[in-house]
């Protein structure tokens, strides 16, 4: 293997994991030996667990960028649900970070520093899609800055916190979970979706 | 002094504690000391730390419960603006059971199972009430039962979901922290709000 899929090896196991057991109960031995790796060979690409988690928080982060150029340049409905379909599918995916969120950046400062501003970056590319969603009259508005904002920061709140939210009342399930999220962000801008795209959104679900 | 007054003083001092260290880092000892208390004494009312962390959702629910029969006798947009005001200010006062909640509720089933039985219960209650807000034309809607359901929802996990949300930039403070949050759910309403009911807010903001 080379370095690169050892490493993605290493980083896929430790997330399957983490999800399912949280990362208080995986040290990096135990990685290790579900990639059947030796411990030296796992230390010589991660030293410890922490390393770990920001190399995945590195793939997030790096997964969330991909498609950023492309948010702006097709405001579209279409655009719009997959944006939402997309980010929860990969709150999913990465679940254990979502669930852990706090604890985990109370442990690593500088992954702290890195989510703040991707998460700063991130709000104010959000804000300027659904400002030329407002333009192209898939949406109506809100068209007050601080209202929109607000209802960003909100869809945002939302996102990443519901499958903590369903997961006090009984096990989260994919891609059920996924798709009731989506509906929960969507009925936040039903108020300002225009006509058209409402019947756009009620043909999408006839399919 | 009185059991109820101990049992008080005990509470009240691993509040504070746990508000400012997390659980995690006090122990029962810890707050026996800070209560001038011997760990003895301490013992003979709670037998460990989860029993005080249970104690005091018992507090929070108590606290939550107090006002139902008002939320729904009054459906009136003071009522409402009051309501979002009071449960942000009581997340600010236990925010560390609201920073630490999937790993407070995985620890104790007890808890667990109390919390979703009376998350349900009150779920439905602000249904009720927001419903009655409607006939009341102090909302204009939703008057689709699902979409005001995932709003209600949504608003949950905006208001127990702020101040963790904040906390991720800066130090959350008191009492500013309470106002933007009381905004943002203000925000996802807003387009459902009468003129009448926007007339009274926008005086309220004056005052």
Redesign the interface.
Known sequence: MTTKETQQLILDTAIELFNRYGTGRISANRIADTCHLSRGHLYYHFKKKEEIISAIYDRIAAEVKHNWGDDLKQPTVHHMLEMFDRYLALIWRYRFFY?????L?AMDESL?QR??KD??DRTMVVVLFFQALIENDVLL??RDAK?LK??V??S???S???I??L???STARYPDCVDEGY??VI??F???LSPKTLSILNRSREI
């Open positions: 669930r852990e969120m706090l604890t950046l702290k989510f703040s998460r700063h508005g809100p209202t607000n209802l920061k909100a945002w709140i939302v990443d916190n519901w903590n939210y997961s006090v009342d509906e929960l009925d936040l039903r108020p300002y």
